[in-house]
Structures are given as C-alpha cells and as structure tokens.
C-alpha cells in the first residue's frame, strides 16, 4: 500500500498486463478523448499513485490541476463520508441544505472584493463559465463579449466560443455563440507585435490596450460589451505569465466602459499559485471569478461569484440539477480548510525552487525556450533551438514519454510546452527527486537533438 510520502518513484512493468487490458477496454467503449498516456491507476494518495501493475509514480498533473491538496487527502475523505452518511443529493436549486449555503458564505469571504456576491454552483469549469455569460448578457442586457487568443474555457457551446487555444477545440462545431472578439494575450515569449516582453513588459501591454482600444472604435461597439472573460495566466493555452500591470490596464479599460472583469481561475486558482487566486498577484479585484477544478479535490463542483447586483431577478432564469450537490459542498470546505492550514503557503515556498530548477534547465539545454510559471503552476516550452524559437511539439511529447517511463506523469499545454502542476502539499525531497527525473528526459532528448 502506498502512503503518498514515498521519495521516488519504483517502476517494475511498463505497461504491464493488467494495463494492457484496461486499456483495451477503454479504447472499446469510451468515447475519444484526450487520452495521454498508458497510466492505469489503481490507488492515488498525495502526490503518488500506484498503477494496476505494481508501478509507482509522482503524479505531476494533479489530476489536471484538480488534487491540489493531493489524491485522497483524509480530511476531505472524512468530510465526505460523514455527508454521504446524511444525505447524498436534494436538488440545492430547488430546496434548501446549509452545507451549500455555508459554501456559498465562505467563497463570498475568500474572493477578492468587499462588495455584495452571490454564488452560482455547476458541476465543471465551462458550467461555471455558461453561467458567468448567462449572467452578464442578463444583467447588463448587452450582448458581445471579448476574451483573448490562447484562452481555454471550455468546451460547451457558449464556453467554446470564448476558448481560443487550439483550433482542434472548434473544427465542426461552427457554428459557435456569436458575439465573441478576441484579442491577441501579452505572451512575454512570443507575440504578434514581435516584442519582446520580458525586456519590455510595458510595451507589450501597451501593444495589446491599444488594439483592443482599436477593435472598440472599428468594429465593436465597447458600449455593448457585456464582459471581457480573461485568465490570469493563461493554461491550456501554454501557462503564459502575462506582464505585472496587464490586468491593472485591462481592468481600467473594462471599469471605463461599464465592462464585467471576468477573471478565470478554474486552472489557476485555489492556491496553485502560492496565493488563493492567481489574479492576486495581479492588485486587480475582478468583479466575477469562475472556478472549479481544485474546488472539492475531486468531487465535481464549479461555482460563478458575481456581484449581488446582478442576480438573475426571476426564478428559472437559470439553474441545474446537480450544482451545488451537498457532498461536493462538504468536500470543498474541507478543501478550503486543508489549503488555508499551510498547503498555499508550501506551494509559494516550493514554487520558488521549482522556478529556479526549470530556469536552469532552460539556460543549459538548448530545447527549452522559456521556463515561466508562478507558485506550482509552471512550465516550460520546447523549441528546436533558442534563436528561432520555432515550437518543437514532437520534442515536448518525447520528453514527456521519457519521463513517464521513468516514474513521472506530466501533461502537456499550448503548441509545444510541459506544465507542471503537482499536489501543494509536495516535500522538498519528493519536488528535488522529481526535478532530476524530469532534467534526465529534458537532457537525453537535447542530446538526440544535436
């Protein structure tokens, strides 16, 4: 049995039999996904899980960014046991439980901003977001939307229209929500105006304020925007750090056209990056956030806090029949609660060196680009040399093979970069173990390269 404190990984069978079958059954009845890799989990604590053929792994994915109090954490586990034994589902939308209510009250306390908030529930990230534009076109009676290039927020139709990461995301599904510009996002690395913006961030933001001022005066009317919905680093979409003042300057221009500020933390927030949100980092407070993923460490739920004053102000306007759902809830306190007791903190401590481990590895291999990222939500991006800068996707996926083979689990993002997202609740010994593994693959295929 695995305690989730082991050191290193042990790999004995890749993949094994017992791998092999499931996977077989999986390629049979499961619809097709987004499947990555042969890992064939049998029992997952803290940052390590065990596979059906007696492997043992370092989880570096989180569940995709989900188990940020690690895998199976035992006060998320008893809160979910001691709910499950009162009741399982009683329709929140429709009736009344505390555990919801008390949820709601605490996301109130823990968001940004002394100003009156309401809670929506929903099951997933693009339910939190289907809300957040059902409530903005309902409230403000506007109807066009800006969100940026590189954005994910989903894939329902409404949610698919704002995300704008991978073009595999929208082949076929036109036609999308209409009413949705996209602005270019101030990528440090790489960006359309060719700047640099690690050399100069100002510029960059500048370049960015300015088209979006252009776009307002040509083609959309800013008085008939209902939201601007933005990442405040973007995931899916590569873990792109924007400039410090972007979001300040971005605010300014939502504010001064009576704009919603629509901050995503669905992959960013709940303590991933040494802070609670992400847009902390940021001195923005936003006037909605959606979250989810980490939410319940596991347990589906979302939530949209928006302002009281633009509640829905009729009954069935909007609703669901799973939002909300008494387990998620319990589970989600408790998850507040492990966070707050020392989990974000260590994300912040553990952030700092893992930054200046990948930032070594990208001055002494000439693959890796850029290494960026902040708290436990970094990444680097693979290139076929540092002068051209030209993404190297077949490069990134080896490396991440490597890896795997050698008792690591990552995932990639954007063209051609590795995230690395594991539990916050990691040791210094289990982040320096996994670092060298990690440097091992990034340095065999370096060589290849040469």
């Not at 188990?67 to 929140?92: C, D, L, M, R, Y």
């Not at 930032?359 to 002494?364: A, I």
Request: hydrophobic share 40%.
């Amino acid at each position: 049995m695995i305690t989730g404190k082991e050191s290193k990984p042990n790999i004995l069978n890749l993949v094994g039999s017992n791998a092999d079958e499931t996977i077989k059954k999986d390629g049979e009845y499961m619809a097709t996904t987004t499947k990555a890799l042969p890992a064939v989990v049998k029992e997952a604590k803290g940052i390590v899980f065990e596979d059906v053929d007696g492997n043992i792994f370092f989880d570096f994915t989180s569940g995709i960014g989900v188990a940020n109090t690690g895998h199976s954490h035992p006060k998320v586990v008893e809160a979910i046991k001691k709910q499950a034994e009162k009741f399982i589902h009683f329709a929140g939308t429709d009736f009344y439980y505390d555990v919801q209510a008390e949820l709601a009250k605490k996301l109130v306390e823990i968001t940004p901003g002394n100003f009156g908030k309401k809670v929506y529930y929903g099951n997933s990230g693009a339910e939190a977001v289907e809300a957040a534009i059902k409530m903005a076109r309902w409230s403000t009676k506007r109807k066009f939307f800006v969100a940026f290039v590189g954005a994910f927020h989903g894939r329902t139709m409404g949610s698919l229209s704002l995300t704008a990461s991978k073009v595999i995301h929208k082949q076929r599904f036109f036609p999308w929500m209409p009413g949705v510009i996209h602005i270019p996002y101030p990528n440090p690395y790489r960006n359309p105006f060719g700047i640099d913006g690690y050399e100069e961030p100002d510029e960059l933001v500048n370049a960015v304020i300015d088209y979006m001022r252009y776009i307002f005066n040509h083609l959309l009317p800013a008085d008939e925007v209902a939201a601007i919905f933005v990442e405040p680093i973007q995931g899916e979409g590569g873990y792109v750090v924007p400039p410090k003042n972007f979001h300040k300057e971005l605010y300014k221009v939502a504010h001064e056209n009576g704009i919603l500020f629509v901050d995503d933390e669905i992959q960013a927030g709940f303590g991933r990056t040494g802070k609670m949100w992400a847009i902390e980092h940021f001195d923005v407070i936003p006037d909605v956030i959606t979250t989810a993923k980490a939410m319940a460490s596991g347990i589906p739920i979302s939530a949209c806090v928006y302002p009281a004053a633009n509640d829905f102000k009729v009954k069935g306007a909007h609703s669901t029949t799973f939002g909300g759902n008494p387990v998620a809830c319990a589970a989600s306190l408790a998850t507040i609660d492990v966070l707050q007791n020392g989990l974000i903190s260590n994300a912040e401590k553990q952030g700092k060196y893992m930054g200046k481990r990948l930032k070594e590895m990208e001055e002494n291999y000439e693959i890796v680009g850029d290494a960026r990222g902040i708290g436990l939500m970094q990444a680097t991006e693979i290139v076929k040399n540092k002068e051209s800068k030209e993404i190297n996707p077949k490069a990134r996926d080896e490396i991440i093979n490597k890896a795997f083979y050698k008792g690591l689990l990552l995932l990639g993002c954007g063209d051609s970069s590795i995230r690395y997202i594991p539990p916050l609740l990691i040791d210094s010994e289990q982040l320096e173990n996994a670092l060298n593994l990690l440097e091992d693959a990034i340095k065999e295929v370096d060589t290849q390269m040469k």
